[in-house]
């Protein structure tokens, strides 16, 4: 037990603040993401709901306003491709833009809040967005058009997600895709679709895709796999899908119409996601979480591409979802990691945490890593930021678009809650901390800092963040109704100005609560925890 405890000890001391330094010692790629949607009548205020994680080691971590604008005939937009920067010591990995082309600009576009994957707009048009790779060789480099470019576009230029989907159809067609398999999920105040999206192939223009509704009263899951498999295009109420669905993989040799056999999007063009059990587990756990009746295998292949949840879904469920780790489960990271209580018991060590990186995994040999090898929680150390967003009809766009918003790894943070229609936020939530390097005036910081020492003895530093968040938590749940009943009675007066004014100023406030919190609660773990490591 004394050699566990001090490799345990050792791991800790080597890795305090290494969720910010060591990025660069492991690759995420393939395995960013997980993304949970929610139809309106599945949820238990009739919201439509998408969300998204950015696990990921080099996304950026601040959140701005862009707003709506008008554009003279002739303007065109830069596209991007994102490429790894040189890495630099003492600095954040990161991702850096090389302009490759123009696009024609339209001339008018909303209002969005600016992610690394835009979010929402003005307009309660939302997305979320899970990458799952999807088969090399049709990736193709000669479009303009990346993923992060492509949710810029769509809600720049849509309101509902049918026009999201057909607006991306066509500039993919025209200008290309470059970037790998991604799904999008994509919603609406009335309802939410998955969009998956891959290249047509090297060398050349345009993309394969697929999209499939989520029906109202399901819940749907993406976690860096493809899902949409059967799809049926006379049901236009259901399925959307690319011109070239059928006949790149004709071309390819990956199915065959003169074989009966049925056409599977995944089987077709993702084959290999639907292997990875990282991706697999994260599937089976959400619905399990949502639906426990249905008793899904924990190791099937395949799951149902959507479910009815065994009760509605709230903003509590959906952060449950997004802290969940496998606790209780025996796909928890931590239940070999043990030690002998009081009274001669084994119990899981208070060293041993649910978020360990690869040479931890590998000491204590764990099933666990990257690459859709071994098993990876829904929560991360590696997530950058979260979002849980609300589309809602029964509310004006001004008040019905709300993003909640969290930083860092999800199981240590709390979401805060930003409208979709506010004038701007504050400072620390538009500084990005991966430019910056550690600093008080990034927000992102803040909940790092936290996450990366609760995470050293989090058996018991678990209970900390417990004791600080949740009453927070339920604190911006429980004001929700109020405060936007105050918005919506402004806005009945014709008083917009007033009422976006005064959301604007709830969401500041909200977010700047939660970041002084940050830092207050990790001062209390350094300074009174100083000699236990």
């Not at 395995?31 to 009548?41: I, Q």
């Not at 900390?464 to 949740?470: A, F, L, R, S, V």
Request: aromatic share 12%.
């Amino acid at each position: 037990m004394k050699k566990l405890f001090l490799s345990l000890l050792a791991f800790s001391v080597m890795t305090v603040f290494g969720q910010s330094n060591l990025w660069y010692e492991y690759d995420t790629e393939g395995m960013e993401c997980t993304t949970v949607t929610v139809g309106k009548n599945a949820s238990s205020d009739g919201s439509v709901m998408t969300s998204h994680t950015d696990d990921s080691g080099r996304s950026r971590t601040n959140i701005t306003v862009e707003k709506s604008a008008d554009h003279p005939a002739g303007t065109t937009e830069t596209m991007y491709k994102r490429v790894w920067a040189k890495h630099e010591d003492g600095k954040m990995n990161r991702y850096d833009n090389i302009p490759i082309g123009e696009i024609e600009q339209v001339s008018h576009t909303y209002q969005f809040l600016n992610t690394a994957y835009p979010c929402v707009n003005e307009k309660q048009l939302a997305i979320g967005e899970s990458t799952f790779g999807g088969r090399a060789e049709l990736k193709s480099d000669s479009g303009l058009i990346d993923c992060q470019r492509l949710c810029r576009l769509m809600l720049e230029r849509c309101s509902t997600a049918r026009d999201a989907i057909r607006t991306a159809g066509e500039l993919l067609k025209k200008y290309g895709w470059i970037d790998a398999g991604e799904c999008l999920t994509i919603a609406d105040k009335n309802e939410v679709w998955h969009l998956e999206i891959l290249g047509p192939g090297k060398g050349k223009l345009g993309a394969v895709w697929a999209a499939q509704r989520v029906p109202d009263d399901h819940v749907a899951v993406n976690a860096n796999a493809s899902t949409i498999r059967e799809i049926d295009l006379k049901n236009k109420d259901y399925f959307m899908a690319s011109d070239n669905v059928y006949s790149l993989a004709e071309e390819n040799g990956w199915w065959s119409r003169k074989s009966g056999e049925t056409f599977r999007f995944a089987y077709a063009y993702a084959p290999q996601t639907r292997t990875m059990m990282a991706c697999r587990r994260r599937e089976w756990r959400v619905f399990d979480l949502l639906a426990p009746s249905l008793h899904l295998d924990p190791n099937a292949e395949n799951y149902p591409f959507s479910v009815k949840p065994d009760s509605l879904v709230s903003l509590e469920d959906m952060v449950r979802i997004f802290q969940d780790y496998y606790e209780g489960t025996e796909y928890d990271m931590r239940k070999n990691i043990t030690v002998a209580d009081k009274d001669g018991k084994s119990v899981i060590s208070p060293l041993a945490n649910p978020f360990m990186k690869g040479d931890e995994l590998k000491l204590h040999k764990v099933n666990g890593g990257w690459n859709g090898l071994g098993e990876r929680n829904i929560a991360v150390w590696f997530t950058v930021y979260a979002t849980i967003i609300q589309c809602r009809s029964n509310l004006p766009d001004e008040v019905g678009a709300l993003c909640w918003f969290a930083l860092d790894n999800v199981a240590s943070s709390v979401y805060v809650p930003i409208y979709a229609n506010v004038n701007d936020l504050p400072s620390e939530y538009k500084t990005c901390g991966r430019k910056t390097g550690f600093s008080r005036k990034a927000a992102w910081w803040a909940f790092n800092r936290l996450g990366t020492l609760a995470s050293q003895r989090w058996g018991d530093f678990r209970y900390i963040i417990d004791k600080t968040w949740k009453p927070m938590q339920k604190e911006f749940f429980d004001n929700q109704q109020d405060v936007e009943n105050q918005a919506f009675m402004l806005l009945k007066a014709g008083k917009r100005n007033e009422a976006v004014h005064f959301l604007t100023d709830y969401t500041s406030r909200c977010g700047l609560q939660a970041v002084e919190t940050a830092w207050e609660t990790g001062d209390y773990i350094w300074t009174n925890f100083d000699g236990a490591w």
